[in-house]
C-alpha cells in the first residue's frame, strides 16, 4: 500500500469504535478498497455458478469483480476448471462474453489458441525457442460442493474439509447434490461492496423495508418475539438432521480453513416457501417429505449466502466492481427434474428476493449517499445488527493482520 493509504488505514483501525458503523474511509479511501482485494477476494472461495449451466464439453461461464476475470469450463473429460481470463501473450482476454461454449480457446487479439485444459495450443510467427508448455493459461483453484462451483484465487486457498465434515450429510438431505440452476439475475448497486453485505446481514431493517419478506420470514419480528418462535420451531423437529447449527464464520473460522455457518430457521405460520403468499413453487427437495415452513441459510466464504428452502434454493453473491460499485448476483436453484412452466413458474418462484433485492438497491444507495456525506459520522449498532458485527470485527482484524 502507498504510504499515504497506509497511514489512513492506522488511523481509521486505531479510531474505529467497537459496535459502530465503519468510519468512512472504509467506504472511501482507494488504498484500503485495494487492500481489500488482496486480502478478501482473493484469498477466499468465491461462488462461480452451478455446474447446470456448463454442461458440455466446452460449455463456460465467467466470474467478474474488480479487475479480474475468470473462465470456469467444462473440459472433455467432463471436469470443471478455471482459469485466468487472460492471453499469456499480451494480455488480452481471451473470453469476451459471460457465457457461451467453445471448442478451445482463441485470443481476439493475436489468434493465440487455449485448450479447455488451459494449455497453449498453437501460436503464430513465434521464435523457434518459444516454449508452448509454458506458456498456458494461468490456473485458478475450483471446488465443487456437489453442483455448486467456488473458485479461488489464492497460491494456498483455505481449506473447505471442515466445512465439508459438518454439512455434507444435511446438505444432502437437503438435496444440493441434485439441483439445477433455473435463473440467475443480476443487480447492479452503485455502492460500497461492504454496504451491500452489511444490508444483508442484519434485519433490523427487514420489518420498515421489506413488507413482502416481514409477511413470510419470522426474523424480522421482534428478537423476543424471533426467539420465541424459533425455539418452539427446533422443538417440533429434534430429531431432524437439519436442525442443526454450526458457526464457524468470519472470525470464527477453524485455523486453516474457509469460514461457513449453517442454522435453520422458521417461517412464519402458513407460510411453506419464500414466494409470493408464502405458497409452495416447486417440488420438494432431497429427503423433504413435506413442508417444515422453514428455511435453512446457509454461508460459504465472506460474501456468498445460500437460503434453502424446502422446496428451491436462492443463492447470494456479492462482488466489488470498483471502490462504489458492486453487484449482487441471485441464483434461483430447483430440481433437478423439475420443468419450468409445469413445475415451477419462473415469476412465482423468483418474486420474493426480486421485490426484496430492488428494494435492497434502493435501500443500499441511499446509505452511500449518506456514507460519502461530511456530515456521515459512525453510528451505534442495534442488538438485531450482532451478525453485521460479528463481520465488521473479522474485516477489521483482517485489515489489521495485512498493515501489519
Not at 454439512?167 to 444440493?176: E, K, P, S, V, Y
Not at 418452539?232 to 468470519?250: A, G, I, V
Request: glycine share 6%.
Amino acid at each position: 500500500m502507498e504510504l499515504k493509504s497506509l497511514t489512513t488505514l492506522h488511523t481509521s483501525l486505531n479510531n474505529q469504535a467497537k459496535g459502530h458503523s465503519l468510519a468512512q474511509a472504509f467506504y472511501k479511501d482507494a488504498g484500503i478498497y485495494r487492500a481489500e482485494i488482496d486480502t478478501i477476494f482473493f484469498k477466499h472461495w468465491l461462488f462461480a455458478g452451478h455446474g447446470s449451466k456448463i454442461p458440455n464439453a466446452g460449455d463456460f461461464i465467467t466470474l467478474e469483480f474488480d479487475n479480474e476475470s475468470v473462465i470456469v469450463v467444462r473440459t472433455n473429460s467432463g471436469a470443471i476448471k478455471a482459469h485466468a481470463n487472460v492471453c499469456r501473450h499480451r494480455g488480452s482476454r481471451l473470453c469476451l462474453d459471460a457465457q457461451g461454449s467453445k471448442s478451445s480457446f482463441v485470443c481476439p487479439y493475436h489468434a493465440w489458441r487455449y485448450s479447455l485444459d488451459g494449455d497453449l495450443v498453437s501460436a503464430r510467427n513465434m521464435p523457434d525457442d518459444f516454449d508452448l508448455t509454458s506458456n498456458g493459461l494461468h490456473s485458478v483453484h475450483t471446488h465443487l460442493i456437489d453442483g455448486l462451483i467456488f473458485v479461488c484465487l489464492a497460491q494456498e486457498p483455505p481449506s473447505l474439509q471442515a466445512m465439508h465434515s459438518d454439512l455434507d450429510a444435511i446438505l444432502n438431505t437437503h438435496g444440493i447434490n441434485d439441483l439445477k440452476l433455473a435463473v440467475h439475475k443480476t443487480y447492479e448497486i452503485p455502492a460500497n461492496w461492504k454496504l451491500a453485505v452489511e444490508n444483508y446481514q442484519e434485519c433490523y431493517h427487514c420489518a420498515p423495508s421489506h413488507r413482502e419478506f416481514a409477511q413470510i420470514h419470522a426474523m424480522a419480528k421482534s428478537p423476543e418475539s424471533y426467539a420465541t418462535l424459533k425455539k418452539e420451531f427446533w422443538n417440533k423437529h429434534l430429531d431432524d438432521p437439519k436442525f442443526t447449527s454450526f458457526d464457524y464464520y468470519f472470525g470464527l473460522a477453524k485455523e486453516g480453513q474457509e469460514g461457513y455457518q449453517y442454522d435453520r430457521n422458521p417461517l412464519l405460520e402458513g407460510n411453506l416457501s419464500g414466494s409470493l403468499g408464502g405458497k409452495a413453487v416447486a417440488p420438494l427437495l432431497g429427503d423433504i417429505k413435506s413442508y417444515e415452513q422453514g428455511a435453512s441459510e446457509l454461508m460459504i466464504g465472506p460474501v456468498t449466502f445460500f437460503l434453502l428452502y424446502d422446496d428451491h434454493v436462492v443463492a447470494y453473491r456479492f462482488l466489488p466492481k470498483g471502490i462504489d460499485q458492486c453487484v449482487c448476483d441471485i441464483y434461483w436453484l430447483v430440481k433437478s427434474d423439475a420443468q419450468e412452466g409445469v413445475d415451477y413458474q419462473l415469476d412465482q418462484l423468483t418474486w420474493l428476493w426480486n421485490v426484496t433485492t430492488q428494494a435492497d438497491k434502493t435501500i443500499i444507495v441511499n446509505n452511500q449517499k449518506g456514507v460519502d456525506s461530511r456530515y456521515y459520522q459512525p453510528g451505534r449498532l442495534a442488538t438485531m445488527e450482532s451478525f453485521q458485527q460479528s463481520f465488521l470485527d473479522w474485516y477489521l482484524d483482517t485489515l489489521t493482520r495485512h498493515a501489519q
